[in-house]
């Protein structure tokens, strides 16, 4: 008989698919759910007890973006109280003073707030939303003087990299106690736009020194993580931690996914948590076997010493760039397709004139009342 598998420590709540932003690189599908299909407060709070009662620790709120969702304080003040420490992933073009004060009176206990860029002007081109920078650092400063930590989020690609040194700045004057430097991962939205994001390696060791003084520089006072874009790494990293292993997905319609881009492979089943109990899920789901542990990979993962290390790299990538999620993900060196994924990074960033930014398609629906969907 099979050992069931230690519960995750976090479980990613995607509130809604619903945002005011149309970023380019989003990790949220092509196909987006749709807001009559979202769960409701009562469903998402069962979830949440459900997290709580198999020894999950964290809740991450997000979407799209969660503050569309009129009842997110009321899903903050439930976390809190089944013992979850929350953090809310958010865009923060729709945090002001009222809604600050009361994610903080609910408990909720840290943000996150993605930045475009360090100017208004590209930035919000990027965004896709005119206006969203400023409203960005208003909210960073509400979030602080709210008393809550804030982590800064700076998405990175070939339009930002050369302001890193800008983007390090701006996280240290907003009093941001975390810096995550994120490539641009290239999935769904990403991946469409791949050619108009992927950088130049000159740009990357650029950003590579730059981060490296900073973190010298700023010790004790900013924490920056950093993870070198995996087209451009000689191993890939530990995506989520290990299909199954550490973290769990719910989209706003209840699918639960080893990851938030697990529904771009073909061929997999996700179970949801309307219907069957969201531990059951996790132990048994043939979707969260597929790929938890060793046992699926091939050569040369199978008798690699890193193989517990980083997992075999992320199944998605493998899919998207090998055409197979069973392969050893492209972006290490060991596998027979790195050469064309280093080849494909360089002819792209290449490009002088990169193409127009495809962008993430709208839903341009209103905030709702608390206790409503
Ligand atoms: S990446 Fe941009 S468009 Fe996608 S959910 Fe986040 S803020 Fe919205
Ligand atoms: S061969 Fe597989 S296990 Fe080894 S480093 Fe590459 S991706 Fe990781």
């Known amino acids: 008989m099979s050992v069931p598998p230690a519960p995750p420590l976090a479980l990613?709540?995607?509130?809604?698919?619903?945002?005011?932003?149309?970023?380019p690189y989003c990790s949220n599908p092509l196909e987006l759910d749709r807001a009559n299909a979202e769960m409701d407060?009562?469903?998402?709070?069962?979830v949440l007890d459900q997290a709580a009662a198999m020894g999950i620790l964290q809740v991450h709120f997000s979407g799209g973006e969660p503050m569309a969702r009129g009842d997110?304080?009321?899903?903050?003040?439930?976390?809190?109280?089944?013992?979850l420490y929350s953090n809310?992933?958010?865009?923060?073009?729709?945090?002001?003073?009222r809604r600050a004060a009361a994610l903080a009176e609910a408990g909720l206990d840290h943000v996150q707030i993605s930045f475009q860029g360090t100017e208004a002007g590209p930035a919000d081109v990027v965004a896709g939303y005119s206006g969203a920078h400023e409203k960005k650092l208003r909210a960073a400063r509400l979030t602080r003087d709210a008393g809550l930590p804030l982590t800064v989020n700076a998405v990175m690609h070939r339009g930002n990299l050369d302001r890193i040194e800008a983007t390090i700045a701006m996280a240290a004057d907003l009093g941001a106690a975390r810096l995550e430097v994120a490539h641009v991962q290239y999935y769904g939205w990403g991946l469409k736009n791949r050619a108009a994001l992927i950088p130049t390696r000159a740009q990357l060791e650029h950003t590579t020194a730059a981060v490296m003084a900073a973190r010298e520089r700023l010790k004790g006072v900013m924490v920056i993580d950093y993870v070198v874009p995996d087209y451009y790494a000689a191993r890939p990293k530990a995506c989520m931690g290990g299909w199954g292993r550490q973290f769990v997905n719910i989209t706003p319609s209840?699918?639960?996914?080893?990851?938030?881009?697990?529904?771009?492979?073909?061929?997999?089943?996700?179970?949801?948590?309307?219907?069957?109990?969201?531990?059951?899920?996790?132990?048994?789901?043939p979707a969260f076997r597929r790929f938890r542990g060793t046992d699926w990979m091939p050569e040369p993962c199978r008798s690699c010493d890193r193989r517990e290390v980083d997992w075999g790299g992320c199944r998605c990538q493998a899919f998207a760039l090998a055409g197979d999620a069973a392969a050893t993900d492209p972006a290490c060196a060991l596998s027979p397709k790195h050469g064309d994924v280093l080849a494909l990074a360089e002819r792209e960033s290449a490009v002088m004139a990169p193409p127009a930014f495809v962008y993430r398609r709208m839903e341009k629906i209103p905030v709702l009342e608390p206790g409503k969907k």
Do not use: K
């Open 88 to 97: 809310l992933i958010t865009s923060a073009v729709l945090l002001d003073e």
């Open 72 to 83: 997110l304080a009321d899903l903050v003040r439930h976390a809190a109280r089944a013992g």
């Open 254 to 285: 209840g699918r639960v996914l080893p990851c938030h881009a697990a529904e771009t492979i073909p061929g997999l089943a996700f179970e949801s948590v309307r219907d069957r109990p969201l531990a059951a899920i996790w132990a048994d789901s």
């Open 41 to 46: 407060t009562a469903a998402w709070q069962n």
């Open 12 to 23: 990613l709540a995607e509130l809604t698919h619903r945002c005011p932003l149309q970023c």
